[in-house]
């Protein structure tokens, strides 16, 4: 068998911050989870390098009992995070590929030239012109976007794919009838733009449900325009809670402020069948099929006004449209392609 | 010739912060410029990795053209420092060890089973057990501690030698005669006691000089404290002006809360002939010789009572020590000892 056929031997190095998956919310958790679970179920031979309570299908190589999220006693994270990356490297002869995306930035260039098997990184956010310049230090690393979006942001640099991120639709399950309220659901940041999807409930008299971690942000400046009649806070949901708040919205507000490289709440709200109104950021028409699973709006404006339009979408092509493009299957052969480009690019593997 | 005798080829891998040796103040950077130097001075063949800008009669290899703390686009900084220690590991075949000492916490411990070369880390903190206990992951990692205090807290590490740190005793004149002030110079935190300074002056009736960075403490619990007549601020100060405010104190006040692992400006004060009065806490007693450079005390109302006893030291016996506990010939001969002996210990170097 050539290496453009035969099952890969891969090293997933997962984040160390807690288990995979995660036991609340955690993008990068949840997405080592599927892609490795997926990979598995697609016959390849998958060891995940992450906390000991994890849970996966594939071989586990645990450098930590708990993660450093969980036993405070572990820190700096960053060393934490860099010793599970080695544990890897170290053993980088059993692997065809070693892939990593634990930290937000790529630490794994630092084992690029270390490493006899390549290292390929998920970045999971938007990186600025000076990263992406010190970057380039490692001109030949192996990366992949997660959108066009993305990949645009890392020009000059090996993207070697751009693969969307998937989501379990079988577990954010469909609802044909929605309730009466809106919907924002999200890390209160500036840049989620909270502030704005209240002000588009104001403008339309609708109410809207607000779900995340509380933080200071949301203290200073979500929770005084809280009055429990329009505007409803149901603090941070677990998997349950939120599907039944996607399933039961009309509406899935998304007036993100910064670019973002994706943004799973989109696709996570769509395969509920809750179409999506957002607002014309980063990677936002990536995800969102304009007219179909959702409207794209040039401004908070536009938003308020085009909001009926978003309701009357049709929930059971907005969910198919979701399960038929962030399926796992999907993103899994994305992935797959990509590191069977990288290594039918490396002639000779790299000896010690 | 044997690894015994013969000169050995050392990559010194520094901060990259800013410059070697630093702007302003820096013990890292002015340790790493020192040693490098100093071995240099000692027929090895040294390589520093360290910015663009960096003076020094070693080899430079930058990675970097300006420090994160000079170009603000340089981030996170821990991205940085790997990158810096990864170019050494990638070129560990052109030298007999790797020197690391520029972050605070052992990121070499992750390039500790890739690298062909030993990777031995100076550490410049006190850890805790907790730390320890992760660095324990790489048992074998050598490590040069800087007191046998911070030695100790390394239990189950490979502590290779003890060396203390050394300053240029050249560059801290002897001042025959003292003025009338007491000093306290250092970073203002809980930590240092900048505090118990002010109380042993006003206790004393002495005037007491303050000099450090005006930070958020400062701002909060010092300043309020400055009277300008018996408590005075001099702010920063570059390195002319330090060894003015050395050599014109009648002592030095060191009455250190937590436990350093060394103690820069006690050897500094020593080498201007100024006697200190320290707390005894960390490496106090391995830096100060009781009775003969200082006095160690036990408590702020000992030291108050003790004062002068202190100031009773006689000032050239306290410059003499002081040459020839901290010359740097001193510092480098330890640091080659413990590299012979790391190589030694290495039957047959690992090859790529």
Chains 1, 2 share one sequence.
């Not at 006693?73 to 634990?102: G, H, K, S």
């Not at 509920?272 to 950021?281: E, I």
Request: net charge negative; with cysteine; charged share 20%.
């Amino acid at each position: 068998m050539t290496i453009s056929d035969r099952p890969l031997r891969i090293a997933h190095v997962g984040p160390v911050a807690t288990t995979i998956p995660p036991p609340m919310s955690g993008s990068v958790e949840t997405m080592t989870w599927l892609l490795t679970n997926g990979l598995v179920a697609a016959g390849h031979d998958v060891t995940l390098f992450a906390t000991a309570e994890s849970v996966t299908r594939a071989k586990l190589h645990a450098t930590f009992a708990k993660g450093y999220r969980d036993d405070g006693t572990l820190w700096p994270w960053e060393l934490c995070e860099m010793l599970n990356l080695a544990a890897a490297v170290e053993r980088a002869a059993a692997f065809d590929i070693i892939q990593y995306e634990a930290v937000y930035y790529p630490i794994s260039l630092a084992f690029t030239r270390l490493s006899p098997t390549p290292i390929v990184q998920t970045l999971h956010h938007s990186p600025d012109v000076a990263e992406v310049a010190l970057w380039a230090l490692y001109p030949e690393a192996p990366l992949i976007a997660i959108s066009n979006g993305q990949a645009d942001l890392l020009r000059g640099l090996n993207v070697v794919a751009t693969v969307l991120h998937a989501i379990e639709t079988d577990r954010f399950e469909f609802s044909p009838q929605s309730s009466d309220y809106l919907l924002f659901l999200g890390r209160f940041t500036p840049g989620k733009g909270v502030v704005q999807a209240i002000e588009i409930a104001r403008r339309t008299g609708m109410k809207l449900m607000l779900a995340g971690a509380e933080n200071d942000y949301y203290r200073q400046h979500v929770a005084p325009l809280v009055d429990n009649r329009q505007i409803l806070y149901a603090g941070e949901v677990d998997h349950e809670t939120k599907v039944r708040l996607y399933g039961g919205a009309r509406t899935l507000l998304y007036p993100v402020q910064a670019g973002e490289p994706f943004g799973l709440v989109l696709a996570e709200s769509m395969a509920c069948g809750t179409p999506v109104a957002a607002l014309d950021r980063g990677a936002v028409r990536e995800v969102v099929d304009d007219g179909v699973t959702g409207w794209v709006f040039d401004s908070v404006d536009a938003m308020v006004d085009g909001l009926g339009r978003v309701m009357a979408l049709d929930r059971r092509t907005v969910r198919d449209r979701a399960v038929q493009k962030f399926g796992v299957g999907r993103m899994v052969d994305g992935y797959v392609a990509a590191y069977r480009r990288i290594l039918n690019s490396v002639p000779v593997p790299h000896t010690r």
